[in-house]
């Protein structure tokens, strides 16, 4: 059995209690990051 | 402008981190870990535009650009539709 899980992001930091008044261009990257994980359970089988 | 709407074939539960989406056709998950993303992706069909969807969700002016990268990212992975 094969299983494959991807995650696009794995992070535990906050980048929206970062504090700061004018985010740098690279903290919308960031948070748009934390806001979403994506996850294929194709292939999971018999794990759930 | 650009105009978004939750997938038919998505769908979303809630969870104590945000929601979790389901594709049923790319069977693939989302993890949507903010509650006013949620608030966003559930509503913005409802309103005339994003930025009216955003405002409504309480998303400050300096995050709106982390949204809407976060919006297009759930459009490219068919959460939501675009058009």
Redesign the interface.
């Given at each position: 059995m094969t299983s494959t899980v991807t995650e696009s992001v794995v992070s535990t930091t906050d980048a929206t209690a970062a504090g700061a008044d004018t985010p740098a261009p690279y903290d919308d990257e960031v948070l748009a990051e934390l806001l979403i994980e994506e996850i294929s359970i194709d292939g999971m089988c018999g794990v759930y | 402008m650009t105009r978004y709407a939750l997938h038919p074939q998505v769908g979303l539960r809630d969870e104590a981190f945000g929601a979790l989406a389901y594709h049923y056709g790319s069977?693939?998950?989302?993890?949507?870990?903010?509650a006013r993303?949620v608030t966003v992706v559930r509503t913005v069909a409802d309103h005339d535009d994003v930025d009216a969807a955003l405002a409504a969700a309480g998303v400050p002016d300096?995050?709106r650009?982390?949204?809407l990268?976060?919006l297009q990212?759930?459009a490219d992975?068919e959460i939501l539709t675009c058009e």
């Open positions: - | 069977r693939r998950l989302t993890f949507l870990n903010d993303l300096r995050r650009a982390a949204y990268t976060a990212r759930l992975a």
